[in-house]
């Protein structure tokens, strides 16, 4: 019998109104229930959202510094259970332990950066243009947020929105991926024994159309924080748009690594293998694409396939795995699709594509995948996979390699692999991307770094970092006047 695990309402856990649950299971073995799930609907998030509403007023007063201090204590406690929840979330989608280390390290860097915003948050103090007036901005909460998160990285996710909204006065429900409720269950534990105050933080755990979308499209709700598809994520902006809502959205990625004639391609294609093939490529920064130039494409190819022999695909938990299962059937069948897409658009299988079956105890493993001489507006070097595909664009020169990389809808992240100083400085101007790295794959991003994407990516704003804290406060204006006399601005300053 799997347990049964509930949602987290108004400091208290609770079933669904509809005493419905959902199963989550082990992607690696899909025979292994992890557990038992709410399956919330709009009653839920309602009675999630009137909480969170109740709550913000004394929560908007505490200080800062109060607020980072649960902050803190939430982050301790990640700390001490960082290897049992990094063994949560492999059982539950699948990636290996390395990166589930990474994924709940993500969360407590986040939270020891957020933890210490509480006693920085800092507004601007300026010169008056009047005489005996003090001016300055402040930041204050934006309100309820609501925070809708993908399954790939099931603690980084919450914890990056999560943090730098209660820190800044706000109060919350999240709405997990439903392939990975077992991790946000576990992190509202933590999140309790710090001591969040009852409504502060709310949890509902569902489907994105049953439970997402009555959050997303809530009146009392006052801003959406969501990380998911260009699809999903574009509905929300529609009806948040309509609504007036604060709304910040990070989407997918068809992220190009580019390789020039002078990179070191050793180096290229060890980075080439990490960025493509790490969480089985099922990362929104994803190496997907590699645009070569054709001078070293063969040793790059080359590379790839050595490398990709190499790789243990298998059971997750075992540390020497190098790539677990996909996280479900359905992103299976996906990606299987467009290997046999690749194949009809006349791109080159160099290696793998095929799904493993044999010894794999009906859990949803795939070869790692190499296509070569892709022409760039493939639908395989255009569309977001999400798996452990690479697809090779092979190109003359800095100036098409440049073109092939801006050329997709998208701009998350992007990397130049070349030993020219002046060559790796133009890419950085020259790329249309949030994140760019230089002899490094695209994927690797720092918590205190802002973090996000141009194009269909996002909608302007930036996770992690300061610019976090924009995201999650308004700015208050505030002029101090000790004059004792009518001044008006513009009209009374002086002028030579
Ligand atoms: P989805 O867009 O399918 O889902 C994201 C979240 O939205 C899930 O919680 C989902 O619920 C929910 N949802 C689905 N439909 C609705 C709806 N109508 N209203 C409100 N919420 C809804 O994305 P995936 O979970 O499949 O994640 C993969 C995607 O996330 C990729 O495109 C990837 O690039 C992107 N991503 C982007 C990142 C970035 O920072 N730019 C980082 C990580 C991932 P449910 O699970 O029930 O479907």
Not at 58 to 78: D, I, N
Not at 297 to 322: K, Q, S, Y
Not at 475 to 492: C, E, M, N, P
């Amino acid at each position: 019998m799997a347990e049964t695990f509930l949602n987290y309402i108004d400091g208290k856990w609770v079933p669904a109104a509809s005493e419905e649950t959902f199963l989550d299971i082990n992607p690696a073995r899909p025979g292994e229930v992890v557990g038992e799930f709410q399956r919330s609907g709009a009653d839920d998030v309602d009675a999630a959202v009137g909480a969170a509403t109740r709550a913000h007023e004394e929560w908007r007063k505490t200080p800062a510094p109060l607020r980072g201090e649960v902050v803190a204590r939430a982050t301790r406690l990640l700390t001490e259970r960082k290897p049992e929840l990094a063994e949560t979330i492999t059982r539950e989608m699948g990636k290996v332990l390395v990166d589930s280390g990474y994924d709940v390290q993500g969360a407590i860097t986040s939270g020891e950066y957020m933890s210490g915003e509480g006693r920085r948050m800092f507004g601007d103090t300026v010169p008056s243009g009047l005489p005996n007036r003090l001016a300055m901005s402040i930041r204050e909460p934006v309100g309820v947020v609501g925070i809708v998160t993908p399954w790939n990285l099931p603690m980084l996710m919450p914890a990056w929105k999560l943090f730098p909204a209660l820190v800044c006065g706000n109060t919350v429900v999240v709405k997990p991926a439903e392939d990975t409720p077992m991790t946000a269950v576990r992190f509202f534990e933590i999140l309790e024994e710090a001591g969040i105050p009852p409504g502060v933080a709310n949890l509902v755990t569902g489907y994105g159309p049953e439970a997402g979308h009555p959050l997303v499209t809530h009146p009392d709700v006052d801003m959406v924080s969501f990380t998911g598809s260009r699809a999903v994520g574009r509905q929300i902006a529609i009806s948040a748009g309509e609504d007036l809502k604060h709304v910040s959205l990070e989407m997918g990625g068809k992220n190009a690594l580019v390789v020039l004639d002078d990179a070191d391609v050793s180096e290229a294609v060890t980075g080439a293998l990490w960025g493509g093939f790490s969480t089985a490529g099922q990362r929104c920064t994803a190496s997907s694409r590699l645009v070569v130039d054709h001078k070293v494409a063969d040793d790059v190819v080359a590379g790839l396939v050595e490398g990709i022999e190499r790789l243990v695909v298998g059971d997750p938990l075992d540390t020497e795995t190098n790539l677990g299962p996909l996280i479900n059937r359905k992103q299976l069948d996906r990606v299987h699709s467009y290997t046999e897409v690749g194949q009809e658009e006349g791109a080159q299988l160099v290696v793998g594509g095929e799904k493993l079956e044999e010894g794999f105890d009906g859990g949803y493993f795939y070869s790692p995948t190499l296509f070569d001489h892709a022409s760039p507006n493939m639908r395989i070097a255009q569309e977001e996979i999400f798996g452990p595909t690479i697809t090779v664009i092979r190109v003359d020169g800095y100036d098409e390699a440049i073109e092939v990389a801006n050329g997709t809808r998208y701009g998350l992240s992007a990397a130049v692999y070349t030993r020219d100083t002046g060559r790796a400085l133009r890419a950085v101007r020259d790329l249309e991307a949030g994140l760019v790295y230089l002899n490094a794959p695209t994927i690797g991003s720092e918590i205190h770094l802002p973090f996000g994407g141009v194009k269909d990516t996002g909608n302007g704003h930036r996770e992690s970092g300061t610019a976090a804290i924009d995201q999650f406060t308004e700015l208050k204006t505030v002029f101090l006047d000790y004059s004792g006399t009518l001044q008006r601005a513009h009209i009374d300053e002086p002028i030579d």
